[in-house]
């Protein structure tokens, strides 16, 4: 039965609730199909064409303000415009919603009575006097009049969460709201349910319109308990609510809390026991300075971007004031010119709407003019001067509007007051000056001050992003356009298009690119402006960020993050962690708080350093970029006629080498123009770095530009904001980190390191008092940058009296050694692996990639001594470094034909190794690497050959491979046959590939290859976030860039405790064993896979026995790892 047959008043509820209508699109496709669907068509009751004229009254407004704007570019006289504007909408339930116009209106029509002519001509006539004077006022008010129109109309027609505060009276539409909804085949959700029962507590609905709800709701499989638990609702709205569910249930009582569920792991049972000892670290900053900060970090995010001063200084010229003051007069005129198009574009799109025609009108409501207009200025201002592809910025476009909207909807919903008392008291478990009950974690306390969050809205698709993101890219070509020459006077010169739209081949494929005029860029050259704006997410936090406690809460205060970050459009991995059992979750959610909650600060020691070679020339060896001025520069003048053709070829790459040594540099410019900008805006404050993970468990901060994952300058730039004394040890593992930094000793023992830093105890002082003046020993070392920090640590420690109260803020690593193989030997109990990776105790550290090209060495010899020329032409040529970075992949991955590139671009780098010898040599080479890796790792090499066989089976069977992680992650690749669509329309036709969807065909290939690497990387993150929440239970400050601890001086023995005995209990798992149960269970026992034919129930029994024929395992003993100095260090 269709849902339009009926809807009058209230009992009309009961029967839309019922299950009718065509299924729609899953939930996630929601947003598209609701604003981008086909009409559809149904009958009606003559009251339902009623509550339909009812509910589209608002849309006359569009019309209206349409007609104004017409009417304003005709000049027609103010009489008839205020004849226009005097027309009102019947009052709601009055006149059956037929509009009438007012009847001077109509008697001034085309068409009046003959009679009323004369006496119109008249007045036209004696008006026709005063018409010059009041045009100009007319204009005014025309554009006062539009412009209240349009904020009008945006507000009556915003598209609302259905969780919207029902007011009284507002039933008759909340219905049709719903017969809507269940007309287009999609299913109430609860926010729906808790609006609908809330107007019915308020308007005191009888109890069988309630009844009918309930049990429509419970069809729905949602359950009562959870519009208490899991909707945010305020105490009118909680009362409401209440109010109308015990009218229908009188013993129904509310839950107002879920209990709390418990991690059952045994790998975290100490981590959540509560009876062991505990000592959580807290910040060292008071209550009243975190709420300051806090404050500070709202305001930021309800802005939605933040303005940082450049670090690059511009000479202020007149050349260079007139064009910034150009730039301020352009960009007052292109705010008004988009405000223009902005509203006629809407006004175009609700003109569409009104007629039945799917459009964006909706979205564009979402935010106020004023805020388009401002998120397409700054996307104008930070196009790179070649231009950037056309679905990037759309993208970027979309996804902003998206974010924004996600807070200002919070701000609608009264969240934001909700969040700052929940996070005032929160802040009582961190601040140095307060003190809880009992110690918790701070997702527990956090959970414990009030009711879980509500799922926020589901990100919109990505076709429903790029279809926005493309409108607005177009306002922003169609409507921004300056003088050609800017320094003409105003109107001296026509308007030329700030923004172009070409196409240009980019790998062998046509994309399309908006580019800036060249004297766009020239003008912004000129003007050098010192200000960079940045979108508030890729700013670090300042203050702590909000504890993780589901898949859809966390990090930042109000702008939304994704717990597991994933391509644009990529569901798959939400849909797992929401399914996941929220407990199972705990050891992730808890990891990635822990992280985030690390306070950090800059080292202004480096930063002045690294400005000065900034500002001055750049220095490519110590990784500073230079500037686009030393660029090479390509051959100018014109070729003579006879200029041969090789030439011709010869000249033609050299500039296309030019160019692309010029993009590179300026990329890498850039990006060190805004880590420097964002290290000097932190300069003296105190900072955050909130975190998520990839979809294998991996962490990382969120934020891109400013952060310790970067390279040797982003992490010399960082430090811990609150220092520890070094004690005893503290100093002398400063020097040992010192010296690793230097790579001059790797093969020594941490005695002789400890010993050499003693030696060069001179050049470490030099370096921290000169270090631009002096001997310039830093420069030498592997991360000079980070050795020059730990050179001026190790200075201002040694002059202090007494060098154990020295309080060090600088971040000391503890490095794992070939960290995969490490997992891949424990896996195995491989014992000849577990040596060659430091497994095992020794007085030396083992170095795998001198044993590989030893034993590769080997082999070469052998050959040699046989006539095999290649062999003989490797002759001295087969070293560490040759063979380390394919020993160094292997493990996650790397094919043959990886590994020879990887091998011919080592020996390229050889001056003097034959070059006729390249193909041949690296071809033999990786052969040799790999036979001498299956002979020192056996068991390695049999479980990588395992894993691959499986995921290459279970591809076959069209589904994607998926295992959980031992601290419960649950993880599915995301590697599918690419699937394109196409979006058509505007400027430019959008084709997008679609690899990462789950109802594609898995890729096989990619399955296979994808499985070994990514379940060692899952392995890897379950150790650091183990190692995290141990080092966190006794109260110590950690980091991780994934298999390299941080911590203090003074804590790197605990730390290096806690890493070993929580690698031993991972491993002490059956890792292996719970995999293959997981995979059969997942894969050859469920009924969606049971096999049909004959073929298919062969290839299930060979998927089976794979499965189970796990590989053999050596005797290596676990426990000799706790022994092993070399293990991380």
């Not at 008043?9 to 996630?28: D, F, I, K, Y």
């Not at 008249?122 to 412009?147: G, N, S």
């Not at 223009?340 to 935010?367: D, I, M, N, V």
């Not at 997992?823 to 030396?844: E, I, Q």
Request: include cysteine; charged fraction near 20%; aromatic fraction near 8%.
């Amino acid at each position: 039965m269709s849902a339009l047959r009926w809807g009058r008043g209230a009992a009309g509820l009961g029967r839309v609730l019922q299950s009718c209508g065509r299924r729609g699109l899953p939930t996630e496709e929601g947003t598209l199909g609701v604003g981008l669907g086909p009409r559809r068509s149904s009958s009606a009751s003559p009251h339902e064409k009623d509550l339909r004229k009812d509910w589209g009254h608002v849309e006359l407004l569009e019309v209206l303000e349409a007609r104004v704007r017409q009417l304003q570019a005709e000049s027609v006289s103010e009489v008839t415009v205020n004849k226009v504007d005097v027309a009102r909408l019947p009052e709601r339930g009055g006149g059956g919603g037929n509009f009438q116009p007012p009847r001077k209106a109509q008697m001034g029509a085309k068409g009046a009575a003959p009679q009323h002519f004369g006496r119109w001509a008249a007045k036209l006539d004696k008006e026709k006097q005063t018409m010059q004077k009041r045009k100009q006022r007319l204009e005014v008010k025309l554009q006062v009049r539009a412009q209240r129109l349009a904020q009008k109309l945006a507000e009556k027609l915003k598209p609302k969460p259905l969780q919207m505060e029902p007011r009284l009276g507002s039933f008759k539409e909340l219905v049709y709201v719903f017969i809507m909804v269940k007309d287009a085949g999609f299913t109430p959700d609860l926010l729906s349910y808790a609006a609908a029962l809330q107007c019915m507590g308020r308007l005191d609905q009888d109890a069988r319109t309630i009844q009918r709800c309930l049990k429509q709701m419970a069809r729905d499989r949602l359950q009562l308990q959870d519009l208490f638990t899991v909707v945010p609702l305020s105490e009118e709205e909680r009362a409401a609510l209440l109010r109308a569910i015990v009218k229908a249930r009188p013993t129904f009582r509310p839950r107002l809390r879920p209990p709390p569920q418990v991690n059952t792991s045994t790998l975290l049972r100490e981590v959540y026991a509560k009876d062991g000892p505990v000592s959580y670290p807290k910040l060292h900053l008071p209550l009243k300075t975190l709420q300051g900060f806090f404050q500070q970090q709202l305001h930021m995010e309800l802005t939605a971007s933040v303005c940082v001063e450049s670090v690059e200084k511009a000479v202020l010229t007149k050349e260079t004031m007139h064009a910034r003051k150009t730039l301020t007069n352009l960009r007052v005129q292109w705010e008004a010119a988009l405000h223009r198009a902005l509203q006629e574009t809407k006004a175009s799109l609700a003109r569409q709407a009104h007629e039945g025609r799917p459009t964006l009108y909706p979205f564009l409501c979402l935010l106020s003019e004023h805020e388009f207009v401002r998120l397409l200025t700054q996307t104008l201002q930070a196009l790179p001067a070649q231009g950037k592809s056309f679905i990037s910025v759309a993208q970027e476009l979309g996804r902003r509007t998206f974010s924004r909207h996600m807070v200002q909807k919070q701000q609608l919903n009264n969240q934001v007051q909700a969040l700052e008392r929940r996070y005032t008291q929160y802040l009582r478990l961190l601040a140095s000056d307060t003190q809880v009950a009992e110690p918790h974690l701070p997702r527990q306390y956090w959970e414990a001050l009030g009711l879980p969050e509500a799922p926020q809205e589901k990100p919109w698709p990505v076709p429903v992003l790029l279809q926005l993101g493309r409108q607005l890219a177009e306002l922003l070509v169609q409507a921004v356009q300056m003088p050609r020459s800017p320094a003409a006077p105003p109107g001296s010169c026509g308007l030329i298009p700030v923004l172009y739209h070409v196409y240009s081949f980019r790998s062998f494929r046509q994309i399309g690119i908006l580019k800036p005029h060249p004297a766009f860029v020239q003008l912004l050259a000129t003007a050098a402006e010192p200000m960079l704006t940045f979108e508030t997410v890729d700013v670090p936090m300042l203050c702590p960020p909000r504890p993780w406690t589901s898949p859809h809460s966390g990090a930042f205060l109000l702008s939304p993050t994704k717990l597991m970050r994933a391509v644009e459009g990529t569901t798959q991995h939400q849909q797992l962690l929401e399914r996941c059992p929220p407990a199972e979750l705990h050891g992730a959610l808890d990891t990635l708080t822990q992280l985030g909650n690390c306070a950090w600060r800059v080292n202004g020691h480096v930063l002045d350093l690294v400005l000065e070679l900034f500002r001055d020339k750049g220095c490519s060896r110590l990784g500073v970029p230079p500037p686009p001025s030393e660029a090479p520069q390509p051959p100018e003048g014109r070729l003579p006629r006879d200029t041969p053709p090789a030439r011709k070829a010869e000249l033609r790459r050299e500039m296309a080498r030019c160019l692309k040594v010029a993009r590179e540099m300026h990329s890498l410019r850039m990006d060190a123009l805004y880590r420097l900008s964002l290290a000097q805006h932190l300069r003296h404050r105190i900072f955050w770095l909130p975190h998520n993970m990839d979809f294998r468990g991996r962490t990382y901060p969120c934020p891109p530009h400013f952060n310790h994952l970067g390279s040797d300058l982003a992490r010399a730039l960082l430090e811990f904001a609150e220092g520890r004394p070094l004690g005893p040890h503290g100093l002398d593992w400063l020097k040992i980190h010192l010296v690793n930094l230097t790579g001059l000793k790797k093969h020594a023992s941490l005695r002789a390191r400890l010993a050499f830093a003693n030696e060069v105890m001179e050049d470490i002082l030099d370096s921290a008092d000169q270090p631009m003046a002096g001997r310039k020993w830093w420069m030498e070392a592997d991360e000079p940058w980070q050795a020059l920090a730990c050179c001026v640590e190790i200075a201002r420690a040694v002059r202090t009296p007494d060098p154990a109260t020295y309080v060090s803020h600088l971040p000391v690593h503890q490095d794992g050694s070939c960290n995969g193989l490490q997992h891949y030997a424990a896996l195995g109990r491989d014992s000849v692996g577990a040596a060659s990776v430091n497994l095992m105790p020794s007085d030396l550290p083992q170095d795998v990639y001198s044993g590989v090209a030893a034993q590769v060495e080997a082999f070469r010899r052998q050959d040699a001594e046989q006539g095999l020329r290649v062999a003989q032409a490797l002759e001295g040529f087969v070293s560490r470094k040759v063979v380390k970075q394919t020993v160094m992949t292997v493990v996650y991955g790397v094919t043959r034909y990886g590994g020879r590139l990887q091998i011919e671009r080592r020996l390229r780098e050889l001056s003097d190794f034959p070059q006729d010898f390249l193909w041949e040599a690296s071809h033999y080479l990786v052969r040799q690497v790999f036979n001498s890796l299956q002979e020192m790792f056996s068991s390695t090499r049999a479980i990588q050959h395992w894993l691959t066989e499986s995921a290459r089976l279970i591809s076959h069977t069209g589904s994607a491979v998926e295992w959980v992680t031992p601290l419960g992650i649950p993880v599915i690749q995301p590697y599918h046959q690419e699937a394109k669509f196409t979006i058509r329309g505007g400027i430019q036709s959008i084709t997008c590939s679609k690899a990462k969807d789950s109802s594609q065909k898995p890729n096989i290939k990619k399955q296979k290859n994808g499985f070994p690497p990514n379940f060692i990387h899952s392995l890897d993150s379950s150790h650091m976030m183990l190692t995290a929440l141990h080092c966190y239970r006794k109260g110590l400050t950690f980091v991780s860039v994934h298999d390299c601890f941080w911590t203090h001086a003074a804590d790197i023995a605990i730390m290096n405790q806690v890493c070993r005995e929580q690698f031993v209990r991972l491993h002490s798992q059956p890792i292996l064993q719970d995999l293959s149960a997981f995979l059969v269970k997942r894969f050859c026992s469920s009924p969606s896979f049971q096999p049909r034919s004959v073929a298919q129930r062969a290839q299930m029994a060979k998927l089976m026995e794979t499965l189970q024929s796990l590989p053999e395992t050596g005797n290596f003993d676990l426990e000799q790892v706790k022994r092993s100095t070399y293990f991380f260090s």
